[in-house]
T-cell receptor
Framework: NAGVTQTPKFQVLKTGQSMTLQCAQD?????MSWYRQDPGMGLRLIHY???????DQGEVPNGYNVSRSTTEDFPLRLLSAAPSQTSVYFC?????????????FGPGTRLTVL | AQSVTQLDSQVPVFEEAPVELRCNYS??????LFWYVQYPNQGLQLLLK??????LVESINGFEAEFNKSQTSFHLRKPSVHISDTAEYFC?????????????FGTGTQLKVEL
């Protein structure tokens, strides 16, 4: 298993541009989520999904959209990039929708918005 | 609402010395507790977790954490650290009563092991 994969690893955008961060898992996990990591702030939940076709907002959803058309894929879309969205983005998945489950993280995407 | 406090942003320690990384949480309900580790330029991976039962939980690489309900703490300890333990450590909580898989993270503690 490749686990959780994310592309690209690095990205530089100009203010106002849009882009999609890709996330895929090959473990047939029900739950998937997106976090952003900023210095001194830990990780904050952006959006999450409890199964194909079901998504919901996390702590910091503004400026981001998600969809989950398949169990495997959970892309994160930036609609109009802003410098405040400069961050490291992590995708994670869990086998079940359960607060006891371990979350498996991808390697991250480092995004810079100029 | 839950919150997690990691008071130490950085902890320098010499190799083979003991270390304690502190974690306190605030919640009006019972929670599950996790420690995740992030090695340089990698994603997070689970170190250990407390769900129920024995308040002392151990990881395979020598770390342990003790759940203390009265002090709302879940400090991480290792009796003798190695250079390879250099990483950032995150404490996190989840809510059994409807929070699903959502984790609330602390701000992280950077452990730097020196020779």
């Amino acid at each position: 298993n490749a686990g959780v994969t994310q592309t690209p690893k690095f990205q530089v955008l100009k203010t106002g541009q849009s882009m999609t961060l890709q996330c895929a898992q090959d473990m047939n996990h029900e739950y998937m989520s997106w976090y952003r990591q900023d210095p001194g702030m830990g990780l904050r939940l952006i959006h999450y999904s409890v199964g194909a076709g079901i998504t919901d907002q996390g702590e910091v959803p503004n400026g981001y959209n998600v969809s989950r058309s398949t169990t495997e894929d959970f892309p994160l879309r930036l609609l109009s990039a802003a410098p405040s969205q400069t961050s490291v983005y992590f995708c994670a998945s869990s086998p079940r929708v359960s607060s006891t489950d371990t979350q498996y993280f991808g390697p991250g995407t480092r995004l810079t918005v100029l | 609402a839950q919150s997690v406090t990691q008071l130490d942003s950085q902890v320098p320690v010499f190799e083979e010395a003991p270390v304690e990384l502190r974690c306190n949480y605030s919640s009006s309900v019972s929670v599950y507790l996790f420690w995740y580790v992030q090695y340089p330029n990698q994603g997070l991976q689970l170190l250990l977790k407390y769900l129920s039962g024995s308040t002392l939980v151990e990881s395979i690489n020598g770390f342990e954490a003790e759940f203390n309900k009265s002090q709302t703490s879940f400090h991480l300890r290792k009796p003798s650290v190695h250079i390879s333990d250099t990483a950032e450590y995150f404490c996190a909580v989840s809510d059994p009563a409807g929070g699903g898989n959502k984790l609330t993270f602390g701000t992280g503690t950077q452990l730097k092991v020196e020779l």
